[in-house]
């Protein structure tokens, strides 16, 4: 994933309600800016916020 194929999003951990700042690629996958791991709470599905 580079700069120009990702946009930065804010996503809210569809577990503990977290709101995090993401990167969304261009097929929709979205991972947490600065975790590899996910939420910190240890779940990895989000919700885009509008």
Do not use: H, Y
């Not at 993401?22 to 779940?43: F, L, M, N, Y």
């Amino acid at each position: 994933m580079t700069d120009t194929t990702r946009k930065r999003a804010a996503a809210r951990c569809e577990d503990c309600g977290r709101a995090l700042a993401v990167w969304v690629t261009p097929d929709q996958k979205i991972a947490p800016i600065g975790s590899v791991s996910g939420c910190p709470c240890g779940e990895t599905s989000f919700r885009l916020l509008n």
